[in-house]
């Protein structure tokens, strides 16, 4: 039997290579996506004061109820392991001041997420989120920016077939009278409906709404819409966004039962949607009360998350080729110490390079070339250093070329071309 110290915990997963460095590509793309879109990186703490998402997420929420890794520190202060990015981003945004210089301000931010939750294909206890936020833009035109984002973030991954679930839950002014007209509706339902379901009834019931259970779904399928309770001004924020959606090509369908899971969420929610994933592949929405609670001044915001995971169990390419570009073999021991200098030489020329570290045959560092599934290889022997010529054999033609060994890597990158 595996021992502890040799088992990872569960709901965690290691990233081995070459997922590792399609991780980092994914990365690197949302970042430049980021960029170009006008979203600087903040950089988060892993935990916070527990307070922080029990007050905004919700304490009525799966998240608080069920999932938040809380734990004392040894001052007694209890902290919590972030489960979600948008409440620290808020926070961090009222506490360095940002509310009180040139608005909106927009960030992004990529880092580990932890839920307590039942591990599947796609969804850990440790996940990786992909995010960005928008806090003082009260306009549709910002709620359409942030789904074209996550969407443009996914087109990139080279995913077609998304499309966006958008609905609007309402905001202070409207979605008090729709709470009651729920409840009203729910009461007579209530035996029926799961422990979870009861216990929310009175303390938020829109969040029986977002119940996964199936006879509870079930039950709730004739619910009183949102959308029909919306205030003037929220129908038609919520008219403008479609619109704006539907105006760039972009398939939109109203859900009327999305509500999202978490307290902050106000007007507009969304998920992003593929054809062959039924869970969504990014979530989000608008919060314009949130850092209100917080203790910050009114505040219009929207944002979204995005599961780095499932993009990447789901994305068709998967970035750039992890093949090492060239191995440098030794035909005998006088040319092992040339072949380390010219390997460090062509990696600071940019270019992945192996070679044999022991002293094995030249057959063996051929073999060791093969698995590694190098694009190149030479073999120096005494002829090329006398010369300083070797040959560069491309690996997946056989296709054999002298080069000369000071210009080894121009060499190379001519023959390889482009690579993404």
Partial sequence: MTGVLTARPRGTTDILPPRSEQWRTLEERFREVCRIWGYPEIILPLFEHAELFQRTVGEATDIVEKELYSFPDRGGRLLALRPEGTA??????????????????????????????????????????????????????????????????????????????????????????????????????????????????????????????????????????????????CREHFQEVQGRLEGLGLPVTIHPDLVRGLDYYTRTVFEVMHDDLEPSLCGGGRYDGLVEVLGGPPTPAVGFGMGLERVLDLAKTQGRSTRPDLFLAAADEEARPRVFALAVEARRAGLATHFDFGGRSLKAQMKAASRLGVRFSVVLGQRELETGVAVLKNMDSGAESEAPIAGLAGAIGEQRGPTS
């Fill in 88 to 233: 620290p981003a808020a926070r961090a945004y009222l506490e360095n001041g940002l509310h009180k210089g040139p608005q909106p301000v927009k960030l992004s931010y990529v880092g580990p997420m932890f839920r307590y939750e039942r591990p599947q294909a796609g969804r850990y206890r440790q996940h990786t989120q992909l995010g960005i936020e928008v806090f003082g833009a009260a306009e549709p035109a910002a709620d359409a920016e942030v789904i074209l984002v996550a969407v443009e973030v996914l087109r990139r991954e080279g995913l077609e077939g998304l499309s966006v679930r958008l609905n609007s839950i309402g905001c202070a002014g409207c979605r008090p009278a729709y709470r009651e007209t729920l409840r009203h509706w729910l009461h007579p339902l209530l035996p029926g409906l799961c422990a979870d379901c009861r216990s929310r009834y009175g303390r938020n019931p829109l969040r029986t709404l977002d119940c996964k259970i199936e006879r509870c779904r079930q039950a709730l399928g004739q619910a009183p819409r949102t959308l029909d309770a919306l205030c003037d001004e």
